[in-house]
């Protein structure tokens, strides 16, 4: 699992028939890559989510048929971080 910020919502009218109608998200890692997610929590731009990858991601979802390697499985109600620089980059907090 990964700690994750969401950057914002994807939308995406022509997809994979595996992706099925699934809501899809925007995330950045702490170390600033962006990646897509599918989220069946909904979750708004600018909050912090735990994620899970790989095959688990689809069971993470509720049809597991779903064509997917990053889920996102909740919301963050409070995250502190304890590394040097990580407030100054906004990196902690309830987002």
Known sequence: ??????????????????????????LESQAGALSVATDPVGVPPG?????????AARLAM?????TTD??????IDDWKVDRPGAAEAGQGGAG
């Open 70 to 75: 990053l889920t996102i499985c909740g919301i």
């Open 47 to 55: 909050k912090w989510v735990f994620t899970t990858s790989g095959s």
């Open 1 to 26: 699992m990964e700690i994750m910020r969401v950057v914002d919502e994807l939308v995406c009218t022509r997809r994979v028939p595996g992706l099925q109608a699934s809501s899809l998200r925007i």
């Open 62 to 66: 509720p049809d597991v048929k779903v």
